[in-house]
């Protein structure tokens, strides 16, 4: 009888829990949507109907370019928007610059609007932005809590550790890096040129190239030892932005159980190599630190003296390293690579920027001190920047009420601005916004756009990229030995398909025709 009593009380309270939890979750999943829903919506905002628990992911997937044929050369366009964010596109017609939409049961407020994002950050600072937490929890093998993904008082700790790698000085120290990774990669080219192959995809030679520079200017690794984390990067971008995932979806990571274990496994494997690196580096830093790459500048930051407040645990110092090898690579290379591409179909602009390396740097080996004189490049970085942003897209999440004129976008509502739409906006760059021109760059930093916040190629605020000057001397320091070397035009076997792979990628590479000059 006892036991039989026990037993009931033991299945007794098992239901209660199972019920509360189901409560919980029930509150969280549906509850805390459904009030966010009717917050917005009594606030004026409107969107697209969400459908739960998917929100508007189907409509999403549906519209999704999956077209892989090719566009003849003749009918490439800079018009990229509604191939790359096509749910954006039709949504803005219906809703304008400013809508809700939702991933999942995760509302998010889509803004293509540069004076409403001037109102709604003016007094935001930095560190009281947050980032989506979706993002976060399913990003976590990717860049953990770097600094990316970090908020508040450890975003500033974090960013404080890391901006004295990034200083001018430091910089310079790593260009000779930058030009031997470079001549490699032409080299390699004039070899492949001379035995008869004058088509180069240089998509995959860039990253490789980009891959080398950050391997050795970070963390003074060849691109062979590198290449573990980088392979692992790559194929966890590949599942984390598989179509088949249910992103914000309650249980959507269990949809696809090998994928989530899969990404978790290669995280894991990243992990375990760079808090190897840094325990064996960190050995090394206290009895000699002859060479000085980013990770010995993050350790000296570190554990410099009275700055034990702001240090950084190995764990948090094995994110960042994964935070830069992915954002310092992919996003430079980028830059390079559609680059290549836009001179390609422009040749009248590679001689222009010929005549200005002849005049700026001469023959001789590049001096970096010389590299702010090269303006047209700056203008043509710029305008590529513009066109094919290699972060398509800034994400935040409200960590208070925010009132922006006589709407309130209530805490927790994520926010997705869309970059691609303002740098193609036609209202804000006037009729020629498609076209190549980066002399519009020439007089203004803004490119003529008529708001400020419509240019973010960098991001905006206390949160602008960190490595931007870094990109700004490899984009340079590369370009300027590729020019030197060659001329090149677009392969016919190019099709334009750029898309989005948490970056702007093209899809299927970047083949060109060289000609050693
Ligand atoms: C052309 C090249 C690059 C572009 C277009 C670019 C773009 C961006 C953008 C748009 C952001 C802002 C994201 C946000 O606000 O959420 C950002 C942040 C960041 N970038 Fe870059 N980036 C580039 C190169 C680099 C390089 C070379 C590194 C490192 C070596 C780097 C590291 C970072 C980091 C760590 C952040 C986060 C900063 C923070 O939240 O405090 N980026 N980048």
């Given at each position: 009888m006892g036991s039989s009593l026990q037993l009931l009380l033991a299945l007794s309270l098992a239901m209660a829990a199972i019920l509360l939890l189901g409560m919980r979750l029930l509150y969280s999943w549906w509850v805390m949507p459904y009030l966010a829903y009717r917050k917005l919506k009594s606030n004026g905002f409107s969107g697209p109907k969400p459908s739960f628990p998917l929100g508007n992911l189907n409509d999403m997937k549906k519209l999704k370019n999956t077209d892989s044929t090719s566009s003849p050369l003749s009918t490439i366009s800079n018009d990229i928007h509604s191939t790359a964010f096509p749910h954006f596109s039709m949504w803005q017609k219906l809703y304008g610059k400013v809508f809700i939409y939702w991933i999942g049961t995760a509302p998010f407020l889509y803004i293509a609007d540069p004076e409403f994002l001037k109102q709604m950050t003016a007094d935001?600072?930095?560190?009281?932005?947050?980032?989506?937490?979706?993002?976060?929890?399913?990003?976590?093998?990717?860049?953990?809590?770097?600094?990316?993904?970090?908020?508040?008082?450890?975003?500033?700790?974090?960013?404080h550790v890391i901006t004295p790698a990034f200083s001018p000085a430091n910089l310079k120290a790593m260009a000779s890096?930058?030009?031997?990774?470079?001549?490699?990669?032409?080299?390699?080219?004039?070899?492949?040129?001379?035995?008869?192959?004058?088509?180069?995809?240089?998509?995959?030679?860039?990253?490789?190239?980009a891959g080398e520079i950050i391997a050795k200017t970070s963390f003074g690794m060849s691109y062979e030892n590198g290449r573990k984390v980088f392979e692992n990067l790559r194929a966890m971008q590949l599942i984390l932005f598989d179509s088949k995932r249910y992103l914000g979806v309650p249980l959507g990571k269990f949809l696809n159980p090998r994928g989530t274990l899969k990404a978790k496994a290669l995280g894991k494997e990243i992990d375990?190599?760079?808090?190897?690196?840094?325990?064996?580096?960190?050995?090394k830093t206290a009895e000699t630190t002859s060479e000085r790459?980013?990770?010995?500048?993050?350790?000296?930051?570190?554990?410099?003296?009275?700055?034990?407040?702001?240090?950084?645990?190995?764990?948090?110092?094995?994110?960042?390293?994964?935070?830069?090898?992915f954002g310092g690579h992919e996003t430079s290379a980028l830059a390079m690579m559609w680059t290549l591409f836009l001179l390609g179909l422009h040749p009248e602009w590679q001689s222009q920027l010929r005549e200005?390396?002849?005049e700026v740097i001469g023959d001789e080996k590049i001096d970096v001190t010389k590299l702010d004189g090269l303006k047209k490049m700056g203008w043509v970085m710029n305008e590529v920047l513009r066109l094919y942003p290699s972060a398509p897209n800034v994400q935040r999440q409200a960590r208070q009420d925010i009132q922006v004129d006589k709407l309130v976008i209530p805490t927790g509502t994520n926010i997705w601005i869309d970059v691609v739409s303002m740098h193609h906006d036609r209202n804000l760059w006037g009729g020629d916004v498609n076209e190549f021109k980066p002399e519009r760059f020439k007089d203004d930093i803004f490119g003529g756009c008529n708001h400020k916040m419509g240019f973010l190629p960098f991001g905006f605020g206390g949160r602008m990229?960190?490595?931007?000057?870094?990109?700004?001397?490899?984009?340079?320091?590369?370009?300027?030995?590729?020019?030197?070397?060659?001329?090149?035009?677009?392969?016919?076997?190019?099709?334009?398909?750029?898309?989005?792979?948490?970056?702007?990628?093209?899809?299927?590479?970047?083949?060109?025709?060289?000609?050693?000059?």
């Open positions: 935001i600072k930095g560190k009281n932005w947050g980032k989506p937490n979706i993002f976060k929890h399913d990003r976590e093998p990717m860049f953990g809590n770097g600094l990316v993904m970090v908020e508040g008082e450890d975003w500033v700790r974090h960013r890096l930058m030009v031997d990774s470079a001549m490699n990669m032409l080299d390699r080219w004039t070899g492949l040129i001379n035995s008869g192959q004058l088509e180069i995809d240089v998509e995959r030679e860039i990253i490789i190239t375990g190599f760079l808090r190897s690196k840094i325990i064996d580096r960190s050995n790459d980013v990770l010995d500048l993050m350790l000296a930051e570190n554990t410099a003296d009275g700055q034990k407040r702001r240090g950084l645990t190995t764990k948090e110092l094995a994110d960042e390293c994964k935070t830069l090898f200005e390396i002849k990229c960190i490595g931007k000057n870094l990109a700004n001397m490899e984009y340079k320091i590369v370009l300027t030995l590729i020019l030197s070397r060659f001329s090149f035009s677009i392969s016919p076997n190019y099709s334009h398909a750029p898309s989005i792979l948490l970056s702007l990628r093209p899809m299927h590479g970047i083949p060109l025709v060289f000609k050693p000059l």
